[in-house]
């Protein structure tokens, strides 16, 4: 499939486990996804790796973000279904920007 990308988002969102809720010594697991929003509304995963990778950075921090919504902002992208049903960028991000 093909789409144009309008901008690119990440989320970040914590769960803990319910077996371990009262323990005060353990943490909600943190988890983030980085994808492309389309002008179709898809939404296209982006491998969090392959943007650190990139731009040559160990932390994906909301500048980084920024500035990879305006270097994909209106660049035509190729992706795929998953197994799970979610939508997958084909290929490695240096290949549209």
Excluded: F, P
Excluded at 70 to 97: A, F, R, T, V
């Amino acid at each position: 499939m093909k789409g144009k990308v309008k901008y690119v988002t990440r989320s970040v969102w914590y769960e803990e486990s319910q077996s371990d809720h009262w323990r005060s010594d353990v943490h909600a697991v943190r988890y983030t996804n980085t994808y492309a929003v389309l002008y179709n509304g898809d939404e296209v995963d982006i491998d969090e790796d392959d943007i650190r990778d990139y731009y040559d950075c160990s932390r994906i921090t909301r500048e980084l973000v920024s500035e990879l919504s305006d270097d994909l902002h209106n660049e035509w992208i190729e992706y795929y279904e998953d197994e799970d049903g979610d939508y997958c960028l084909e290929g490695e991000l240096s290949d549209y920007i």
